[in-house]
């Protein structure tokens, strides 16, 4: 359900910020265009909104910036902690995952994520938006931003790119987690009754805007 990635986010939460403000050169491109990319997410949400993966509550911060009631949902207790510390009490965050978590009171209205959803396999990618797709009702809202390519030769010539310039871990990265296709999301919205856009923020990620019919 991700969590096979937790220990790499329990190490990382103390360095989390500093790498996503471009200070790790081996992932600047894909934190480039970083806060557009939150704030696009945070512009597209709407009413009640689950976040998956605060992280350190980066995306939550412009969320509750923009009016949006937030239950937050995130599996690595040092990043709870670091979420907390930034956001006071304006928000829940409980521990849990895109699959298995506690729903709020409240109507779900948005289901938002930004640099998480590759954690999950494509059959657990399916599983969730299908999940979501029973929770939620018709106008709805998914908006995902995260690492994803339009073919597989796409995916394949971004990992050999990463070698040539001696990015390895990011390589490593891009091989160890379950990085997937345009094709495979967009058909995996629609057989549960969501229409997409995709929109390019940088070489690496795309927003996923799916709107429940």
């Known amino acids: 359900m991700g969590r096979e990635f937790l220990n790499i986010f329990e190490d990382w939460a103390s360095e989390y910020d500093a790498s996503v403000h471009g200070h790790d050169e081996e992932y600047k491109e894909v934190f480039n265009r970083y806060e557009d990319i939150l704030q696009s997410v945070a512009d597209l949400s709407k009413g009640n909104v689950v976040e998956f993966g605060v ?29 907390i510390e930034k956001l006071g009490d304006v928000i829940t965050i409980e521990d ?12 779900v209205d948005s289901i938002v994520s930004t640099y998480a959803f590759h954690h999950l396999t494509d059959d657990e990618k399916q599983e969730a938006v299908a999940k979501y797709g029973n929770l939620l009702e018709p106008g709805g809202k998914i908006v995902f931003a995260d ?19 001696g990015y390895f871990n990011l390589a490593e990265d891009l091989q160890r987690e379950y990085y997937t296709t345009i094709d495979v999301l967009r058909a995996i919205f629609e057989k549960n009754g969501f229409e ?18």
């Not at 509550?57 to 910036?65: D, I, M, Q, R, S």
């Not at 895109?98 to 409240?106: D, Q, W």
């Not at 690492?147 to 310039?165: G, L, P, V, Y």
């Not at 997409?196 to 019919?213: C, E, I, L, S, Y």
């Open 55 to 83: 992280g350190t509550g980066n995306l939550t911060t412009k969320l509750v910036a923009n009016g949006r009631a937030v239950h937050g949902v995130e599996p690595s207790q040092p990043m709870r902690e670091l979420a």
């Open 96 to 107: 849990g995952d895109f699959i298995e978590f506690n729903l709020p009171k409240e109507r």
């Open 147 to 165: 690492t994803m390519f339009e073919s597989e030769e796409a995916f394949e010539d971004t990992i050999k790119q990463a070698n040539a310039r």
């Open 196 to 213: 997409t856009t995709f929109t390019r923020f940088n070489h690496f990620v795309w927003v996923v805007n799916a709107t429940k019919q």
